[in-house]
């Protein structure tokens, strides 16, 4: 799957675990979960220091997700430096090799780990680096 099509089947996808999900409103990971949460998604937040964000339960990785949402989660949006990504793909090519889910990767922008995404599209998972989903939606001007 190249880029383009894995942008386009992110953005159409539903259920979405940010990865790095800041409970300060200023960060850009708080204002992006914030934009696709007001826009339909459902948003999954990964952050072992809290709680709650956003009104959503947070969790401290991928595998310590109930099974039910291990099962829908789609897309697994991170935010975290480039050098703490390969931990989070692998856990996400965990959860895709039992649950064939997530089927997409993305890192936002200013995030690239060549090496991890290799992996990830190894096993089967599409991959976007260095974008935003917030500025692809917008872009392509995608649902409400």
Not at 2 to 7: C, K, L, N, P, V
Not at 27 to 34: D, G, H, L, T, Y
Not at 56 to 84: M, N, T
Request: hydrophobic fraction near 45%; charged fraction near 25%; charge should be neutral.
């Amino acid at each position: 799957m190249d880029i383009e099509q894995a942008i386009l089947l992110a953005l159409q996808s539903k259920t979405i675990a940010v990865v790095g999900l800041s409970r300060n409103p200023e960060r850009a990971s708080n204002q992006v979960a914030s934009y696709l949460k007001s826009h339909g998604y459902d948003i999954v937040p990964i952050n072992p220091t809290a709680n709650e964000v956003l009104g959503e339960k947070c969790y401290g990785s991928l595998l310590d997700l109930p099974v039910a949402l291990k099962r829908q989660i789609e897309v697994v949006d991170i935010f975290r430096r480039a050098a703490d990504v390969p931990p989070v793909v692998k856990q996400a090519i965990e959860l895709h090799e039992k649950y064939a889910h997530p089927i997409v990767v993305w890192m936002q922008l200013g995030i690239v780990n060549e090496g991890a995404a290799a992996e990830a599209r190894k096993a089967g998972l599409g991959v976007v680096m260095d974008h935003c989903m917030r500025i692809e939606r917008e872009r392509r001007r995608i649902g409400s």
